[in-house]
């Protein structure tokens, strides 16, 4: 049952962290691409000069690979307002560096110059942006490794735009074609070269084949031809001057073991770009196109205008004092220094409360914050205060293009989409805030026109959404070291005499400007408050100062830095009945020499599935692993739901350890507005590491006319690095508006498409292994009902289209296992091929819906008989259930390839449960057994040492099978 044959319609409004959504294509051309420069550059004319070199050089490129139908008409790039001002740069309207297609910034201290671009979703599906170092566009040697830069370029736009992968695979850059036969991974298999292996003495030799796996040995280096016959492919070798065009259906190699292959279905690139919108939209364009055009924008000094409502409904719900409350934390904590603010109200007319003042000292901030409104009446005129805000920036600038407003109302209005063009004119960003389940429905589409956020906060007193939304409103200039970072939200309604706990992590990237914010709701006094720093010292509520205004705020700044680590409070309810408090928490970064994590979240929904919620944890521009990121949905009106995002490379998350979290969501609870709010929790062994999914391929050298071999320099090689201590992050994502919600109790959603199943042939051949995570019932919660394996000599017929023709497995007594869990399948077929097998699977829940077939599984060849694992027990079992066991290795498993299989000899009984975790890389591998769970430390080159645990019962019986992987 497919969740388009119903009538579920999701309104989802972009979040913040989302790229591109500006890129226009009108007749070939693609107008107003953004390319931001990151603040932190230092001013260097060459970078510009060689973005316009590179966008022209592209163009041609482009419009040649695409066979006549597209090109870069327009571009933008947005300069840094730390650069020197120029009369020939324009002044920054909506366009913002968060927002950019194309990022110009350092990496970090332990990652390289290699061009990137970031993707979150899967084939087909548009990327988030393309990351440029400066070197990368100033350093001319780089191009002997990488290519001419339009070229780089276009590879990188094909990603971002279409949503292709790369074709070659530093993991697997090898794939076996026959006995002692093996071939570089790429696309297409055309391109020529020789297979070489640097000996360490400045020479080279012909790779060897090992035996046991029919690779070439670890090391070898596939270096191509200069000079070559082959067109394609621009995803595999940009840099070849032969190559010009993308893989189609005539040259694409489906034995190659790349992304594009497992991503999208051993479908070439340009099949997966004629089913592109842009394809459909285009046609041949018979005219060479003019060159790009280049405009040059610069980042201003933020100008801000909170354009508040004070209506009579603002007095309902304890509104006004929450909004007094949350706008003097933007005031005082959020807004970033030197920036310019102003102040107007409205009801059935707006007031000018006051004009801009530019944030220079604490005293200006306080200053502000006594301005904000404390007392509500009259009715409610939303496009009034709007242009009273215009009018604040015209009093300064004589131009309203690059401010900003932030809009909040919590009623309606029936005339508001009046002021709709003049708003879309102003060039003004407008930030919209949604208080109550009766704000004006449209104020998603004024934020949306103007490149606003959307922001929404309900009436529940136990939440904390108001506040929330106001410390979501930090600049998109970039600038992280500047902006304001959410580390504690937490509201709830405390009995009498009760106390609000916590402990919030303060890491040591961050402490500068240090807030601590409590709320109350009914007490005329404070409650009683009481902070603990990590090193024990005490901030009572004498130390906090009281708003006098009877808003029920009480506020502490932490002068310095604040101490790194965990800070205690504890905030008792003195008053004679229950109240909510609430505690929030806000710092910057403690100086430029160390980027703070950060959280970007991104909401997306196409078609066929329902939503899916992603969190991009970083520090710079290294992905964070291993962080726990939980996000809560809040609908208008009943309980909020959490959901924890998951980075395994299975269900909505594409790509395993890549630092972006994801996951379905499917509870709904009605109509309405939905509010998201994103908590991140590092600890000491969350892993940061360098990013290796599509990037532009580093040439290890050329074969020479004269046959010989010139090579580049190594490829640096960046090691993993360990966050050096605990952190949290909360991070506002905005709002979304559900129409048409599914009703409650209505079974739509089949299981998650199987994104990573893998196929080995066994026994010489009469058998196949298969590995796969298990999805979920309703997409990526829960358990299925059953699986349906398929196979086939053609990869075509394992298509959701071409499914059911072909050859079934059958999976009898294969029975799915919750969400998440790592699962296997052995089985013999009923006749032997001698051809290459594919392999497909999906699952169905117990309502007959049936998840998208999963990824296609090649199975390699068989090289050799697998000798068998011999297990001894070194130490006895003990009641906690553990023993360890030594053994020797099998022979190197391919890269990128999981399923050797094993066997236990024990004469005991078998474990209760199964468990499955462990990584994959060249120096720890993971073994799984059914039943149980075994994690490996590798000992020497072939020696390795297992501990083995269950839940219950003595040790697995003789001939339990399992396997493991690297």
């Known amino acids: 049952m497919l969740l388009s044959r119903r009538l579920l319609v999701l309104v989802l409004q972009w979040l913040y962290g989302v790229s591109g959504t500006s890129i226009k294509l009108r007749n070939g051309g693609f107008e107003d691409i953004i390319i931001a420069i990151n603040p932190q550059l230092p001013e260097d004319p060459q970078i510009l000069d060689s973005i316009k070199d590179m966008i022209k050089e592209g163009s041609t490129y482009l419009f040649g690979a695409t066979q006549q139908r597209f090109y870069f008409k327009s571009v933008k790039i947005i300069i840094p307002l730390t650069w020197t001002t120029k009369t020939e740069y324009k002044r920054v309207t909506t366009e913002s560096y968060e927002k950019a297609d194309v990022i110009v910034a350092e990496p970090s201290q332990a990652y390289g110059d290699e061009p990137y671009t970031l993707q979150y979703g899967g084939c087909g599906e548009k990327g988030q942006y393309i990351h440029f170092t400066s070197k990368f566009l100033t350093d001319d040697k780089l191009i002997d490794a990488y290519g001419p830069r339009g070229r780089v370029f276009v590879h990188e736009w094909a990603h971002l735009r279409w949503g292709v992968f790369d074709e070659y695979n530093y993991d697997a850059p090898f794939y076996v074609t026959g006995p002692n036969k093996a071939e570089a991974t790429r696309c297409s298999a055309g391109i020529t070269g020789r297979y070489i292996f640097e000996t360490g003495t400045g020479e080279t030799r012909p790779c060897k084949i090992e035996r046991q796996t029919g690779l070439y040995e670890t090391g070898c280096l596939f270096v191509p031809e200069r000079k070559q016959n082959s067109s ?86 304890n509104r006004i004092h929450r909004l007094r409350q949350a706008a003097e934390l933007f005031i005082l904590q959020v807004i970033e220094k030197d920036s310019w603010v102003g102040i107007v109200t409205f009801e059935s007319t707006a007031k000018i409360v006051t004009g801009l003042q530019q944030v220079v000292s604490d005293s200006v901030r306080k200053s502000l914050a006594n301005y904000l409104p404390t007392t509500a009446g009259g009715g409610t005129k939303i496009c009034s205060g709007v242009r009273a805000g215009f009018q604040v920036f015209l009093s300064k600038y004589g131009s309203t293009e690059g401010c900003e407003i932030v809009l909040l109302t919590d009623d309606e209005d029936s005339d508001l989409r009046s002021c709709f063009a003049e708003a879309e004119r102003s060039g003004s960003k407008i930030h919209t805030i949604a208080l109550g389940p009766k704000a004006a429905k449209e104020l998603e589409t004024l934020a949306n026109m103007t490149g606003g956020l959307k922001f929404s906060a309900t009436d529940s007193l136990d939440s904390n959404s108001l506040i929330d939304a106001f410390c979501g409103l930090s600049s998109g200039s970039g600038s992280v070291f500047q902006q304001s970072i959410q580390l504690g939200s937490k509201s709830q309604s405390i009995g009498i005499s009760q106390s609000l706990s916590g402990v919030v992590s303060i890491d040591k990237s961050l402490g500068n400007d240090t807030f601590f914010m409590v709320t109350w709701s009914l007490s005329t006094s404070p409650p009683t408050i009481i902070l603990m720093d990590p090193r024990g010292k005490r901030y009572l509520q004498a130390d906090f100062v009281v708003d006098n205004t009877n808003v029920r705020l009480a506020r502490l700044k932490i002068d310095g830095t604040a101490k790194a680590g965990d800070w205690a409070y504890s905030i008792q309810n003195t008053h004679y009945t229950a109240q909510v408090i609430s505690m929030t928490v806000t710092t910057r970064a403690a100086s430029l020499s160390e980027p703070p994590v950060t959280v970007k979240p991104y909401l997306k929904r196409d078609t066929n599935n329902p939503m899916i919620i992603y969190a991009e944890v970083s520090q710079g521009f290294l992905p964070v692993i291993g962080a726990k990121v ?67 391929l580093y040439i290890p050298g050329y074969i020479l006319g004269n046959g010989s071999i010139s090579l580049n320099p190594p490829k640096p090689v960046y090691n993993k690095t360990k966050t050096a201590s605990n952190f949290v992050r909360i991070h506002q994502g905005g709002s979304f508006i559900v129409t048409n919600s599914p009703p409650p109790g209505v079974d739509l959603y089949p299981p998650n498409k199987i994104r990573d199943l893998k196929a080995m042939p066994v026994n010489n051949g009469d058998e196949f292994h298969l590995t796969w995570t298990a999805p979920g019932d309703d997409y990526d919660s829960g358990t299925a009902e059953r ?71 090649q199975a390699g060849h068989q090289t050799s008989q697998l000798p068998p694992i011999i297990w001894s027990t070194t130490t006895k079992v003990r009641t906690t259930h553990s023993v360890s066991l030594t053994t020797w290795l099998l022979p190197e498993a391919t890269p990128g390839f999981s399923g050797y299989p094993i066997s236990l000899r024990s004469k005991q009984q078998p474990p209760h449960y199964c468990l499955a975790g462990g990584v994959s890389d060249r120096k720890s591998f993971k073994v799984f057994l059914l039943g149980s769970r075994l994690d490996a430390q590798l000992i020497g080159r072939h020696g390795v040492c297992l501990s083995l645990s269950w839940g219950s019962g003595p040790l697995p019986s003789l001939g339990y099978r399992g396997y493991y992987e690297y």
């Open 630 to 696: 939980i996000v809560t949905v809040e609908p208008e009106s009943g309980t909020a739901v959490e959901l924890e995002l998951l980075d395994n490379g299975a269900g909505a998350d594409i790509l395993k350890h890549d630092g972006v979290y994801s996951r379905y969501f499917t509870s709904f609870k009605g109509n309405g507005r939905y509010n998201l709010k994103v908590h991140v929790q590092g600890k000491e062994e969350t892993v940061r590491r360098v990013r290796r999914q599509s990037q532009a």
């Open 787 to 857: 699986y349906e394996i398929r196979m086939s000599e053609n990869p075509a017929e394992l298509t959701d289209a071409t499914f059911q023709s072909a050859t079934p497995v059958n999976t009898s007594g294969l029975k799915p296992a919750p969400f998440g869990t790592k699962e296997f399948f052995q089985f013999k077929p009923a006749k032997k091929s001698n051809k290459a097998v594919f392999f497909a699977i999906r699952a169905i829940d117990d309502n007959n819906n049936v998840g998208n077939a999963s990824n296609i599984a």
């Open 232 to 317: 394609a492919s621009i995803m595999y070798m940009q840099s070849l001057s032969s190559v010009t065009r993308f893989c189609d259906q005539t040259n694409h190699n489906i034995q190659a073991t790349n992304m594009q292959n497992d991503q999208c279905g051993y479908r070439s690139t340009w099949e997966v770009i004629m089913d592109s919108a842009d394809f459909a939209r285009s046609s041949p364009i018979t005219e060479t196109p003019p060159p790009p055009t280049v405009s040059l924008l610069q980042t201003q000094v933020r100008v801000v205008c909170l354009v508040l409502d004070v209506s009579e409904s603002m007095r309902s719900h």
